[in-house]
Nanobody, 121 residues
Framework: QVQLVESGGGLVQAGGSLRLSCAASGRTFRNYAMGWFRQAPGKERKFVAA????????SYADSVMGRFTIFRDNAKNMVYLQMSSLKPEDTAVYYC??????????????WGQGTQVTVSS
């Protein structure tokens, strides 16, 4: 049973920073790509960032490029999302996800419960 548990969300002022963490268990973490998504109130869930199995390939949504960084620690079964220069429009529930392939792609198979990020203006 794959489990993903996010943490690190909270309330932050615009311009501030947060680091989200995702702890993975239930399979060989280092073999699979990971992603972060977010869902704002009343809106669809959207892609934020992804990282391949080794951390050598990363992908970002245009809206977070240059402000957010995804990275992973395979020894600890962790993936992180470092968020800087936060804006009110970054307010959302952030989800960690993993897929059954080692490379970045469109389909994700397992999801965490999410962590709330609120950015005040």
């Amino acid at each position: 049973q794959v489990q993903l548990v996010e943490s690190g969300g909270g309330l932050v002022q615009a311009g501030g920073s947060l680091r989200l963490s995702c702890a993975a268990s239930g399979r060989t973490f280092r073999n699979y790509a990971m992603g972060w998504f977010r869902q704002a109130p009343g809106k669809e869930r959207k892609f934020v960032a992804a990282i391949n199995w080794s951390g050598g390939t990363k992908s970002y949504a245009d809206s977070v490029m240059g402000r957010f960084t995804i990275f992973r620690d395979n020894a600890k079964n962790m993936v992180y999302l470092q968020m800087s220069s936060l804006k009110p429009e970054d307010t959302a529930v952030y989800y960690c996800a993993t897929r059954k392939q080692s490379d970045i792609g469109d389909e994700y198979d397992y999801w965490g419960q999410g962590t709330q990020v609120t950015v005040s203006s």
